[in-house]
């Protein structure tokens, strides 16, 4: 409805009843979990119980990111920093080698290769974990940070290479043609051509890929147990036992653990936007 | 230089899809080695009542999954692609639950819903603090609700693109013909937005069938089973149950049934384009 008006050149034209009162209606629906998020991560412990969920404290107090700090929150970070930044390079250097292969050779091989990457977009990761966890196993991977990071890599490669070859269709060949004439071999190629080139794409699909393993929780909850290779959505989780009848500490960590993600989002939203829709938003 | 890539997936992606059909074929408690059973899992797992009980339930999550979010979203993605300043400011604050990690959103909804404690005893409506995740009435419908929380930003975030990237001329057209905002979007927004919805709805019913983080703290699979849709129950079957060969079955049938629901909807937007694009380049 408002589609028609909302670009023309009289911006007080759309009108969209129906669209106008789920977008405010939708608004307290987002909002609402997320102030109550909020004020009780502030509350002291025995407030909890005591005053009125939806009030603002009448103590505010940081009391609750103190006792998530003190429970070793900044070692299950740092695990995540970690798998999360190892993983999203090794897909990006891999994809884009494997986007540019696609793209570039016209030979059956490149096309079957398309074929494959389209199946494994579809792949649930819930159809695979038993046949990981058997493997990561006899590897003598269990409950190492590389075993979260090697099945997050290879789940995360068909999405990233879809994007990326649907982005390096559009460059010329004759840039490609230009600088083979000059004698540039493939590495030259990929290195001072593509890369460049493709750095937008690459931005954007980083970023999908690193909220993907950032919030992970399956490959985490069954290829790892010990306190020393937990990452952020699972110590969430065991968080929950361990401070029982402590719902303000634990919907602290949830903040704590949202705030990377805040930061990032609010440094670069449009990257965010375009990466989270890229590959699905055509 | 395709090789590291297709070494990593088909190790760790490709592999494992051919190792659960072998897996399913044999008895397996996670920690000794498997041992050849032929159908016999296949067997058990048809008859089990709790597995047929998750089949259900899956189906009736999918469905109402699909008729809460695809309406919100369409009528939200149509709101956002609107150029107005507050309708920007308001999608900002829409994208939050996108940031959130499935655990974290399940704990806070966990708490938010709490019988005794929760939002609902903040505004003295006893209808409202009824205890959401502990009723197997009420549970399904608490998990359908956060699940769109979550998600429904995300698929609004596609019709808005969708949107956005309808001609203008369409449009102008219909109304020097003196079309209606209603009829302009039947007639163009509507049909117009036919690929984004076959993208949206493949992506929500493979979603749907396939949900776990959230479902898995959110509730666990109970209570008494209300919410044990195939993934909780293929997770409990096998890690929890330790019998990895069962679970072998019912991962099978979550691939089998997350792969034709893509490759059918695919097929019936003649999505082909993808192809037509490979032929292109």
């Not at chain 2, 008895?27 to 709790?50: E, H």
């Not at chain 2, 996108?98 to 005893?121: E, H, K």
Request: hydrophobic share 55%; aromatic share 10%.
């Amino acid at each position: 409805m408002t589609s028609a008006t909302k670009r023309s050149r009289n911006p007080l034209g759309g009108r969209n009843v129906p669209g106008g009162l789920a977008g405010w209606l939708w608004l307290a629906v987002i909002v609402l979990p997320v102030y109550y998020i909020v004020v009780t991560s502030l509350r002291p412990r025995e407030d909890y119980f005591t005053e009125n969920p939806l009030s603002l404290p009448s103590a505010p107090t940081l009391d609750a990111y103190g006792r998530v700090l003190e429970n070793d929150f900044a070692r299950y970070f740092l695990n995540s920093v970690l798998v999360t930044a190892g993983s999203v390079v090794v897909t990006l250097a891999v994809s884009l080698m494997a986007a540019y292969v696609v793209v570039r050779s016209r030979t059956r091989f490149a096309g079957n290769l398309l074929r494959l990457v389209l199946l494994g977009i579809a792949i649930p990761i819930q159809a695979a974990i038993i046949p990981v966890y058997y493997l990561i196993v006899e590897l003598g991977l269990y409950d190492t940070l590389l075993a979260i990071a090697l099945p997050s890599i290879a789940f995360a490669i068909p999405i990233t290479v879809l994007i990326l070859v649907n982005f390096l269709r559009d460059v010329p060949g004759e840039l490609f043609e230009s600088m083979r004439l000059d004698g540039a071999g493939e590495w030259r190629m990929l290195g001072s051509l593509v890369l460049p080139l493709c750095r937008p794409a690459l931005v954007a699909v980083a970023v999908y890929d690193a909220l993907q393993v950032w919030n992970g929780f399956l490959f985490p909850l069954i290829l790892t147990q010990s306190e020393e290779t937990r990452v952020l959505p699972l110590s969430l989780w065991t968080f929950e036992g361990e401070f029982t009848a402590d719902v303000p500490a634990v919907l602290a960590a949830v903040v704590l653990s949202v705030i990377p993600v805040l930061a990032a989002y609010a440094v670069a939203r449009r990257h965010l936007v375009s990466g989270l829709t890229a590959g699905f938003g055509k | 230089m395709a090789a590291p890539a297709l070494i990593l997936f088909g190790l760790f992606a490709g592999l494992p899809l051919l190792g659960v059909v072998a897996l399913s074929f044999t008895s397996w408690d996670g920690l000794g080695t498997p041992s050849w059973t032929g159908l016999d899992n296949w067997r058990a797992a048809v008859t089990d009542p709790v597995t047929r009980d998750a089949v259900w339930l899956t189906v009736k999550l999918t469905l109402f999954c699909f008729l809460f979010q695809a309406p919100v979203s369409l009528l939200l993605g149509v709101f956002m692609a609107g150029r107005q300043r507050y309708r920007a400011l308001l999608s900002v604050l829409y994208f939050l639950p996108l940031l959130f990690s499935s655990a974290g959103v399940a704990l806070s909804f966990q708490a938010l819903v709490d019988p005794n404690f929760g939002a609902g005893t903040a505004l003295g409506v006893p209808a409202l603090a009824q205890d959401w995740l502990g009723d197997p009435d009420l549970a399904l419908y608490c998990v359908v609700f956060v699940i769109g929380w979550s998600f429904i930003p995300f698929h609004s975030l596609l019709y808005q693109a969708g949107v956005r990237q309808i001609p203008q001329s369409l449009y102008e057209a219909a109304r020097i013909d003196g079309a209606g905002t209603w009829v302009q979007f039947r007639r163009i927004t509507l049909p117009q937005l036919k690929y984004t919805m076959v993208t949206s709805s493949t992506l929500l019913i493979v979603g749907s069938l396939t949900y776990f983080d959230l479902i898995f703290v959110l509730t666990g699979g109970g209570p008494a089973d209300a919410t044990r849709v195939l993934p909780l129950d293929m997770y409990l079957t096998g890690f929890r149950s330790h019998d990895m060969g069962k679970a072998s079955v019912i991962a099978i049938v979550l691939a089998a049934v997350g792969l034709t629901a893509a490759l059918g909807l695919n097929r019936l937007s003649g999505a082909s384009r993808m192809e037509s694009q490979t032929e292109g380049a």
